[in-house]
């Protein structure tokens, strides 16, 4: 892992490398050079056996912290048998309705280009489960070897916790937990997580202040509704369950002005700082589209200057965005704020701000 001395956040730097933003939604879509490996199908199986809410669909209110909310107390106990490996790392918790995905992607992608090993589990995948877990600095799929062999590692532990439960742990919940405990075995310097659903009672959401590094909440929207108790408020309030005490909180938004108090006031109440990506010193702008290596991408210009809570600098000229669209460009911006929030926690050394993407 390099380490680059910590620059002067209102320092501007003109790199001869123009800056890329890659997304691993893009490699998703070039994962033919993958599936030549075979799958790891007694693992796909151990989990076939297991509840799938994915496919059964998501019982009314579970991810509501309520009565009705699935519970996070059998993934906690299910961690503690497996040694907390989450502890063995910070994280970055990334939740919202629209945009989570690429934003995880993009801020890995920042992480793994200054030298850092990086832990990233996003959901659902496209053709292989393997895709929802990339391990290292390559950001390629996990591989089938390394999850055989942590699966065979682990698999009594899950054997037992499965029958003292009853048989109600998910199919969501042993991947969230094999994911975890993947990253603790890579020794990776940081991970960056998304929730599947809501976020307060969601599987991921056992990560306490102390291994958390920052939350991301991108933005809110009706889908879900059934299950995140009915209502836009009921579903920014489960989101805003993945705000810990003292821990920076990066918005992507924009919200509407009843949904940005429930989440300004969750973090009131935890003391954790707010940035927000659509605060009016975050300006982007699209300026043309280029071909690099045969592919479309945007040419993108982002500054961000935010001086409440959280200040944060960086002017990005010439960004190169493979992920089209002006949502896109958003999210890069919303990565970008929590790489900054990183690096002036101390958490993270960063070189060349530049050469981030």
């Not at 497996?82 to 690429?102: D, E, Y």
């Not at 020794?187 to 958390?212: F, H, M, P």
């Amino acid at each position: 892992m390099r380490f680059w001395p910590l620059l002067n956040r209102t320092t501007k730097r003109n790199h001869p490398k123009k800056p890329v933003i890659h997304s691993l939604t893009i490699t998703r879509f070039y994962f033919s050079k993958y599936t030549e490996e075979p799958e790891p199908k007694e693992f796909i199986d151990y989990l076939d056996s297991l509840k799938n809410y994915e496919k059964l669909g998501v019982p009314k209110d579970a991810g509501t912290d309520s009565d009705d909310g699935l519970d996070l107390g059998r993934m906690r106990r299910l961690m503690d048998r497996l040694g907390n490996p989450q502890s063995k790392f910070k994280a970055v918790h990334v939740a919202g309705t629209k945009g989570k995905g690429s934003t995880a992607a993009f801020l890995s992608n920042i992480l793994r280009e200054e030298g850092y090993s990086v832990g990233c589990y996003t959901s659902p995948h496209m053709m292989s489960i393997r895709e929802r877990i990339s391990l290292g600095q390559s950001g390629n799929p996990v591989s089938t070897k390394t999850l055989n062999k942590l699966f065979h590692m682990i698999k009594p532990k899950l054997d037992e916790a499965i029958q003292l439960e009853n048989g109600s742990l998910t199919h969501f919940e042993v991947l969230t937990a094999t994911a975890l405990t993947l990253m603790a075995e890579e020794k990776v310097d940081i991970a960056v997580i998304e929730a599947g659903l809501g976020g307060a009672r969601d599987a991921t959401n056992i990560l306490c202040s102390s291994e958390l590094a920052a939350s991301v909440i991108t933005t809110i929207g009706e889908e879900h509704l059934a299950a995140l108790g009915g209502s836009l408020e009921s579903i920014a309030v489960a989101k805003s369950g993945i705000i810990k005490h003292g821990r920076p909180v990066v918005l992507g938004g924009p919200f509407l002005p009843h949904v940005d108090c429930i989440l300004r006031d969750k973090a009131s109440v935890m003391c954790s700082p707010v940035v927000s990506a659509s605060d009016a010193g975050i300006r982007t702008s699209i300026k043309g589209l280029i071909i690099l290596d045969g592919r479309p991408c945007q040419l993108s210009d982002i500054m961000i200057q935010v001086e409440r809570d959280f200040p944060l600098f960086i002017e990005l000229s010439d960004v190169k965005l493979r992920m089209l669209g002006r949502h896109q460009l958003h999210n890069a911006s919303t990565a970008a704020c929590v790489a900054l929030c990183l690096r002036d926690q101390g958490h993270l050394c960063f070189f060349a701000c530049s050469v981030w993407f």
